[in-house]
């Protein structure tokens, strides 16, 4: 067999092998998931139960997304596992955020009331799990080590309040 041949056959197998390969670490992240009740139920999990207090008005989209509880991650551009968004429902609105395992996450939300996309400081809401102090000082991201809580197996339930400028 022509050796030319032979090299551009082994590439090519090495190159389809490679597709087959498992997906690297990052992949674990920046999953988009609509809002299912279901995942929360009795007996189900792990997940949160997150309600959503204090919206400012039914205008816009609430995003909700959760993190890893450390800090290599925490409010991380594109280090977020699961990202659900909905319309914005004034007074409060609950959600089920499933987690890929039991251990230490955080969760982040955020109110486009505009529903732009854009981060609007003088209109948009913000908040995170355990409802840390957000001021223009820390520019809205607390330390992982004030919101990051724990999840068993189960479904742990929690309240976070939206804040606006």
Not at 13 to 34: D, N
Not at 89 to 110: D, E, H, L, N, Q
Not at 128 to 155: A, C, E, H, Q
Request: a positive charge; one cysteine or more.
């Amino acid at each position: 067999m022509n050796r030319n041949l032979v090299a551009t056959v082994g590439i090519a197998t090495l190159a389809i092998a490679g597709l087959a390969a498992p997906a690297p670490a990052e992949a674990q992240y920046r999953q988009k998931i609509t809002n299912d009740a279901a995942k929360c139920a009795a007996g189900a999990g792990p997940a949160v139960r997150v309600t959503v207090t204090d919206i400012k008005e039914s205008k816009g989209t609430i995003r909700i997304q959760n993190y890893r509880g450390t800090k290599e991650d925490w409010l991380e551009k594109g280090k977020w596992i699961y990202r659900m968004e909905a319309p914005a429902k004034a007074g409060s609105m609950t959600f089920c955020m499933p987690v890929p395992k039991p251990g230490t996450y955080a969760i982040a939300v955020r109110h486009d009331v505009n529903g732009n996309g854009d981060t609007d400081i003088f209109a948009d809401g913000g908040a995170m799990s355990n409802n840390p102090s957000i001021n223009i000082w820390n520019l809205g991201k607390p330390s992982y080590t004030k919101t990051r809580f724990d999840v068993g197996t189960g479904v742990e339930t929690m309240s976070i309040r939206m804040r606006y400028r």
